[in-house]
C-alpha cells in the first residue's frame, strides 16, 4: 500500500502511514492513500496538522532522523582480502581536487581494510539496488565473502567494485577523523566510473522499500 505525504507528496509504503514523514516532519495524519488521493488537495505547511509537542531532546532527535543521504557500497582490499560494506555516510568535500569523507564503525571489516590499506572505493547505487544494500549492509565480511554471486571488477586502487552501480569513485585516504565509534576518512579521488543512467539511490527511499 502507498500513502502520499500531502505537504511534499513524499510516498511512503507500507501497510501504515509513518508517524512522521522523513522529508518534511508532518505527522501520520497528512498522509492519504495514494489510490484514494486523487481529489484530495494539497496542504500548505501551515494547514497541515502540526506533530505533537515534543520535547527539545525528540525534537532534536526527529530533526537529525530527516537528513538526507544517498547509498553507497565502499569498498576496501588488503593483501588478498576483498570485502565491501554498505555506507550513507559519504560525502563530496571538494571539488579541487575531487575529496571525499565517509563514516566507517570502527568494528567494521571495512575499516580494518581501509586503515591497513590507506584506500577506498565508493559504489553510488541506483533505486534498484536494494539487493546490493542489504548483501552488504547486514552481515560482516569477517564471517563471509560478501562478493560471492555479485557481478564485481577490480578498481585502479585494487579494490573490488560492484559492476550493477550509476558509478564508482576511488580515494587514497588523506586524512581522518576519530569520531568515538566512527572514523571520518577524507579521502582524495584518483580514479572514477561513469557505468550507466538511472536515478540515484536515497537512504529515504532505501527506507520506503526495503
Ligand atoms: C542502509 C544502511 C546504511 C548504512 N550506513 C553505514 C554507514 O554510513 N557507516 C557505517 O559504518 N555502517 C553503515 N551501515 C552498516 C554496515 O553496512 C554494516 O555494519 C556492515 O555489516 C559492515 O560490514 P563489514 O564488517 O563487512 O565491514 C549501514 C547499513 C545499512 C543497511
Redesign the pocket.
Known sequence: MKWRCLVCDYIHEGDEPPEVCPVCGVDASNFVKVEEDSSVKKLSPKEATPVEQLSPEEAMKKAVRSLS?G?FI?SASYEGKD????????FQITSEPVQLA????K???????ISKSGKFGVSILDQNGHGL??N???????DKD?FEGIKAHRGQTGVLLPDEVLGTLEAEVVEQLDAGT?TLFLGKVIAGEYLSQGEPMT?AY??SK?
Open positions: 543521504y547509498l565502499i570485502n565491501a560494506q554498505t555506507a550513507n555516510t559519504c565517509i563514516g566507517i564503525n568494528n567494521n571489516y571495512t575499516h580494518e581494510l544494500a542489504r552488504f549492509g547486514y552481515k560482516s565480511g569477517r560478501k566512527h537512504y532505501f527506507r526495503k
